[in-house]
């Protein structure tokens, strides 16, 4: 269980978070979305320990993390965002330093190191140099060294960043598989598939502030579910529906060309913020076509049928 109070965080003048509430149950796997800089790193670092708070509360599994910092930091494991592994050393000797940290004794660490490269599926690379490592072994090994010590929360900071389609899935399948022990997950991304997929509750965390926390499908039904694009000279501009007919009709009263998709979180993203969160990885959902369609036509037809701008091509990771 994580537990935040009006938490906030000030780098000199710049405040990186203005004030978060949220409260995340155990088991739950939540999603921290925003684009960059919007505070979802800082989140992280200071909930694990590496950076202090400015104002406010924060408590892991009902430990304060500045009344009770040793017990809260025993409460989570951490993936952080680069790869920090000894490239040097082999995965086995990479885990057993951290176990060391933990104060795990030799026979704990052996025994534990075996059971995780066993359940994450790299026990044939025990012995391998971490620089011998493709990028989604890597991320295995960052993800088997958080869970070490045995802890009941984990957070992962843009646990798939960088990695292709295929590693990233086989990523989500040991997320999900992690949760289903009761492991919490506090997974922070601005890949929209990867919360939409993954997470049982998404926050959108836009400038430091938190402006939407609800079920992936609840926060893509605020906005509809059917969405048209098209792109006019001042970039994409988008118009969402509650169904493929109605869609389909306004798509079809204009006269230029356009993308037909069902709505996703970057959708209600924009709606909420007017901004992208970030990158979208997903190839299969728009249908395209382009006849007959008036560009002011959009977002006028029926319920949830409103339009909004985004730059083409911002976003990009
Ligand atoms: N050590 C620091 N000193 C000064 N400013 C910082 C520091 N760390 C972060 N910031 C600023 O705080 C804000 C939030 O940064 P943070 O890294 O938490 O964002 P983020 O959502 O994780 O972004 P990204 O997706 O790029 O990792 C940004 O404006 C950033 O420039």
Redesign the pocket.
């Known amino acids: 269980m994580i537990q935040l109070k009006d938490l906030k965080k000030s ?2 003048n ?1 405040q ?1 978070l203005s004030g978060i509430d949220l409260h995340v149950p155990e088991g739950e796997l939540f999603a921290y979305l ?10 992280i670092r200071i909930l694990t320990g590496l950076t202090r708070l400015t104002a406010g509360t924060a408590a892991l599994n009902g430990h304060d993390i500045r009344e009770e910092s040793m017990a809260a930091k025993r409460q989570c494991g951490l993936v952080p ?1 680069h790869v920090n592994l000894d490239s040097e050393l082999t995965v086995k000797e990479n885990l057993d330093i951290h176990g060391r940290l933990f104060g795990m004794s030799g026979v704990q660490r052996k025994q534990r190191i075996e059971e995780l490269l066993t359940y994450i599926e790299i026990h044939d690379r025990i012995d391998s140099l971490i620089k011998q490592l493709s990028g989604g072994l890597k991320r295995r090994v960052m993800i088997a060294r958080a869970l070490l010590h045995d802890p009941r929360i984990l957070f992962l900071d ?1 646990p798939t960043v960088g990695l292709d389609a295929s590693i990233r899935r086989r990523i989500w399948s040991l997320i999900k598989k992690i949760q289903k022990q009761g492991t919490t997950i506090f997974l ?1 991304t ?1 890949y929209i598939e990867e919360a939409e997929f993954l997470a049982d509750r998404v926050a959108f ?1 836009d400038d ?1 502030r938190i402006v939407a926390v609800d079920t992936p499908t609840a926060l893509m039904d605020s906005v509809g579910h059917w969405a048209i694009d098209w792109v006019t000279e001042e970039g994409m501009q988008s118009a969402y529906f509650p169904s493929r007919e109605a869609a389909q009709a306004s798509a079809a009263a204009g006269n230029s060309g356009f993308t037909l998709r069902r709505v996703n979180l970057e959708d209600a993203f924009l709606s909420l913020t007017g901004k992208k969160v970030g990158t979208s990885t997903d190839e299969t959902k728009a249908v395209h076509g382009g006849h007959g369609h008036g560009h002011n036509s959009h977002g006028g037809g029926g319920h949830g049928g409103h339009a909004n701008k985004a730059e083409a091509g911002h976003g990009a990771h």
């Open positions: 780098y000199g710049h990186a925003g684009p960059n800089g919007a505070g979802k790193t800082t989140t965002q843009e922070t601005h965390l430091g």
